[in-house]
């Protein structure tokens, strides 16, 4: 997802700084457009740092408006369909002004017109131009047109004043634009263990045991619960992909450094979804040497370490969410595995379908909890995972009514 930032002129424009961090903490991207009174206050290449994107300052690049460079002259289009939502923060008078009466004065405003996006405004300014008429007034037409307004908070004013004015924390903005995305903060004040990817088991130094398993299942569950608002840990076995920014990645190979390292980070958690394939067996010895091609050989496997298992004997009040891949009687042994090993809930798929599951974009799925099946039809790893956490937040609220009886 990518989202547009829009600083506008005020003393809290450097709040916006935090908000660019926040965001990305989510795993969204954020592309940082500012008013020319807000390159008063904080230079743009502060937030290009921050970013990693180009700075948008106005609607030509330097020296452009004489010669009218059509790229520049369209990149409001071009933004204005490339985001998914647009946050104005701090968003002053001038600006709300400017977007209750839809003119298009310079790169921001014109960028709002255009877009279809949610729009989000976090006003900011002294405590008389925010109970001003006009300013309430704007504020109801931009109220009416869709326009989510984070309220700002009371108290002291750089102006020296006191009251309404001050730009809402920054919790209460990530929230809204979350909310706008259609991504709620339930996870928020969470730490979720996630585990993905295969396992390797070493046969000699050339060879190893593995299996099919990409990762980007359990990559989906730790970028889905990072924008609904949770911390993640992250232990991923060997995979290609690039974990979410804000993860806090442990990186492992075999079982046995899968184990150690899930059951160091437990006590942190709150919540655990183990969605890593991890090898059922290893060999029982590990040649030093590579294994010269010799005929037929026999390779004497020992089971590896049930990591669920240890995680249930070891949880105290964490919901804890496994995985499963199957290939024949999935409902069944999804609920055996539910049971044996004291899970809060199991998703099982069956792998044996093509296009779904291993080393795919796609899944298909049956959650499993103690009094319910929820069954998620074909459809991408992303949804899949938010379908999950569904039922995490789910019986985390049947939790917390239960103890409140």
């Given at each position: 997802?990518?989202?547009?930032?829009?600083?506008?002129?005020?003393?809290?424009?450097y709040?916006?700084?935090?908000i660019?961090?926040?965001?990305?903490?989510?795993?969204?991207?954020?592309?940082?457009?500012?008013?020319?009174a807000?390159?008063?206050?904080?230079?743009?290449l502060?937030?290009?740092?921050?970013?990693?994107?180009?700075?948008?300052?106005?609607?030509?690049?330097p020296?452009e408006e004489?010669?009218?460079?059509i790229?520049?002259?369209?990149?409001?289009?071009?933004?204005a369909?490339?985001?998914?939502?647009?946050?104005?923060a701090?968003?002053?008078?001038?600006?709300?002004?400017?977007?209750?009466?839809?003119?298009a004065a310079?790169?921001?405003t014109?960028?709002?017109l255009?877009?279809?996006?949610?729009?989000?405004?976090?006003?900011?300014?002294?405590?008389?131009?925010?109970?001003h008429?006009?300013?309430?007034?704007?504020l109801?037409?931009?109220?009416?047109r869709?326009?989510?307004?984070?309220?700002?908070g009371?108290?002291?004013?750089a102006?020296?004043?006191?009251?309404?004015?001050?730009?809402?924390e920054n919790?209460?903005?990530?929230?809204?634009?979350?909310?706008?995305?259609?991504?709620?903060q339930?996870?928020?004040?969470?730490?979720?263990?996630?585990?993905?990817?295969?396992?390797?088991?070493?046969?000699?130094?050339?060879?190893y045991?593995?299996?099919r398993?990409s990762?980007?299942m359990?990559?989906a569950?730790?970028?889905?619960?990072l924008?609904?608002?949770?911390?993640?840990?992250?232990?991923s076995?060997?995979?290609?992909?690039?974990?979410?920014?804000?993860?806090?990645?442990?990186?492992?190979?075999?079982?046995?450094?899968m184990?150690n390292?899930?059951?160091?980070?437990?006590?942190?958690?709150?919540i655990?979804?183990?969605?890593?394939?991890?090898?059922?067996?290893?060999?029982?010895?590990?040649?030093?040497?590579?294994?010269?091609?010799?005929?037929?050989?026999?390779?004497?496997?020992e089971p590896?370490?049930?990591?669920?298992k240890?995680?249930?004997?070891?949880k105290?009040?964490?919901?804890?969410i496994?995985?499963?891949?199957?290939t024949?009687?999935?409902?069944?042994?999804?609920?055996q595995?539910?049971?044996?090993?004291?899970?809060?809930?199991?998703?099982?798929?069956?792998?044996?379908?093509?296009?779904?599951?291993?080393?795919?974009e796609?899944?298909?799925?049956?959650?499993?909890?103690?009094?319910?099946?929820?069954?998620?039809p074909?459809?991408?790893?992303?949804?899949?995972?938010?379908?999950?956490?569904?039922?995490?937040?789910?019986?985390?609220?049947?939790?917390?009514?239960t103890?409140?009886?």
């Amino acid at each position: 997802m990518k989202v547009a930032l829009a600083v506008s002129g005020g003393i809290a424009a450097y709040k916006a700084a935090e908000i660019v961090r926040l965001l990305q903490d989510r795993g969204i991207r954020v592309q940082v457009v500012m008013t020319r009174a807000a390159q008063e206050f904080v230079r743009p290449l502060t937030f290009a740092a921050l970013s990693g994107e180009k700075v948008i300052t106005s609607m030509f690049a330097p020296g452009e408006e004489q010669n009218s460079n059509i790229d520049s002259a369209i990149e409001h289009i071009a933004v204005a369909q490339s985001i998914d939502a647009l946050l104005v923060a701090p968003a002053t008078a001038d600006v709300l002004a400017h977007f209750a009466q839809g003119l298009a004065a310079d790169f921001l405003t014109t960028l709002y017109l255009a877009t279809t996006a949610p729009v989000v405004v976090a006003p900011a300014m002294n405590v008389n131009m925010w109970n001003h008429p006009a300013t309430q007034k704007n504020l109801e037409v931009l109220r009416a047109r869709g326009v989510k307004i984070v309220e700002p908070g009371a108290g002291y004013l750089a102006c020296g004043m006191t009251g309404a004015g001050r730009l809402a924390e920054n919790e209460a903005i990530i929230a809204a634009v979350m909310e706008a995305l259609g991504a709620s903060q339930d996870l928020a004040g969470e730490t979720v263990l996630v585990t993905a990817g295969p396992t390797r088991e070493k046969i000699d130094p050339a060879r190893y045991l593995t299996n099919r398993s990409s990762g980007r299942m359990g990559y989906a569950v730790a970028e889905a619960a990072l924008r609904r608002g949770a911390r993640v840990l992250l232990v991923s076995g060997p995979t290609s992909l690039t974990p979410p920014g804000a993860a806090e990645v442990t990186r492992v190979e075999s079982a046995e450094q899968m184990l150690n390292a899930v059951l160091n980070l437990l006590p942190q958690a709150t919540i655990v979804i183990k969605t890593a394939a991890v090898s059922d067996y290893r060999p029982k010895l590990i040649s030093e040497q590579k294994i010269k091609r010799k005929g037929a050989i026999a390779l004497e496997l020992e089971p590896t370490a049930d990591i669920l298992k240890e995680i249930s004997v070891r949880k105290q009040s964490q919901i804890v969410i496994g995985f499963a891949a199957e290939t024949e009687n999935v409902l069944e042994n999804g609920r055996q595995k539910l049971a044996s090993k004291n899970l809060d809930g199991i998703v099982v798929n069956d792998v044996s379908h093509e296009g779904v599951g291993f080393d795919s974009e796609r899944n298909q799925v049956a959650i499993i909890t103690h009094d319910q099946i929820v069954e998620v039809p074909e459809t991408t790893k992303w949804e899949v995972a938010q379908r999950v956490l569904d039922q995490v937040v789910c019986l985390r609220r049947q939790r917390k009514a239960t103890v409140k009886v």
